[in-house]
């Protein structure tokens, strides 16, 4: 016996599948897993910061099977978050599975796609909601550029810089997530759990690893002192 999914199924899928190739297109990738490893990260990340009602009004306009992964996991008596730049960057990192030196880049390519698909004016409204420090990483806008009159750069130092700020940040989040197990132990507000600080070194292990390995310095690059 042959069995036919539902029509309305097979279009929900092909709306979903056409949302992801445009966002793929933007990562400038043919991977599927990477793109939805990347889109679900960046929808739960951002839907955090969001009051019920935004997310709602988010929601309706995403596609039915995308709409399913965006309210995964959602507990709407816990939002929005009070998340800063570093600890949304970690969950993004964490989620997705890429390394911070490429964090920027696939948030903003995800923004892109989605301001391209989502219905006029909704995505500058879900920005307005977020904090500063989170929406510049979710939507660089010409207002975070480089004044004119700045002192222009050598050729590469800008991504140099942008590397850098990126370690140190995974860095001090992997130190502070260990520094919270250690304290359990030394000072515990309340009988502190075995295994609390080898499971905050797993944390930073985890933090530092999706932080990948560091870039290769370039041929005649001197190293700051």
């Given at each position: 016996?042959?069995?036919?999914?539902?029509?309305?199924?097979?279009?929900?899928?092909?709306?979903?599948?056409?949302?992801?190739?445009?966002?793929?297109?933007?990562?400038?990738?043919?991977d599927s897993h990477l793109t939805y490893r990347c889109t679900r990260a960046w929808l739960h990340a951002v839907r955090d910061h969001l009051s019920v009602g935004t997310?709602?009004?988010?929601?309706?306009?995403?596609?039915?099977?995308?709409?399913?992964?965006?309210?995964?996991?959602?507990?709407?008596?816990?939002?929005?978050?009070?998340?800063?730049?570093?600890e949304f960057v970690t969950e993004f990192v964490l989620g997705a599975r890429v390394s911070t030196v490429r964090a920027a880049d696939v948030l903003a390519g995800i923004?892109?796609?989605?301001?391209?698909?989502?219905?006029?004016?909704?995505?500058?409204?879900?920005?307005?909601?977020?904090?500063?420090?989170?929406?510049?990483?979710?939507?660089?806008?010409?207002?975070?550029?480089?004044?004119?009159?700045?002192?222009?750069?050598?050729?590469?130092?800008?991504?140099?810089?942008?590397?850098?700020?990126?370690?140190?940040?995974?860095?001090?989040?992997?130190?502070?997530?260990?520094?919270?197990?250690?304290?359990?132990?030394?000072?515990?507000?309340?009988?502190?759990?075995?295994?609390?600080?080898?499971?905050?070194?797993?944390?930073?292990?985890?933090?530092?690893?999706?932080?990948?390995?560091?870039?290769?310095?370039?041929?005649?690059?001197?190293?700051?002192?």
């Amino acid at each position: 016996m042959t069995t036919h999914r539902p029509t309305s199924f097979a279009h929900a899928e092909h709306t979903a599948h056409q949302w992801l190739a445009a966002i793929a297109e933007q990562l400038g990738t043919t991977d599927s897993h990477l793109t939805y490893r990347c889109t679900r990260a960046w929808l739960h990340a951002v839907r955090d910061h969001l009051s019920v009602g935004t997310t709602a009004n988010l929601a309706a306009q995403l596609p039915e099977l995308l709409r399913g992964m965006f309210y995964e996991g959602w507990d709407p008596s816990r939002v929005p978050t009070a998340q800063n730049g570093t600890e949304f960057v970690t969950e993004f990192v964490l989620g997705a599975r890429v390394s911070t030196v490429r964090a920027a880049d696939v948030l903003a390519g995800i923004s892109r796609a989605l301001r391209s698909l989502l219905s006029p004016g909704t995505f500058d409204h879900v920005l307005g909601q977020l904090p500063k420090g989170v929406r510049v990483l979710v939507d660089p806008g010409p207002e975070e550029a480089q004044p004119a009159t700045d002192t222009p750069r050598a050729p590469g130092t800008q991504d140099r810089i942008a590397r850098l700020e990126n370690d140190v940040r995974t860095l001090a989040e992997a130190l502070r997530m260990l520094a919270r197990g250690i304290d359990t132990t030394i000072a515990p507000l309340e009988p502190a759990e075995d295994g609390c600080v080898a499971h905050a070194a797993r944390k930073a292990r985890q933090i530092l690893l999706a932080a990948g390995p560091p870039e290769p310095r370039e041929a005649g690059e001197e190293v700051a002192p």
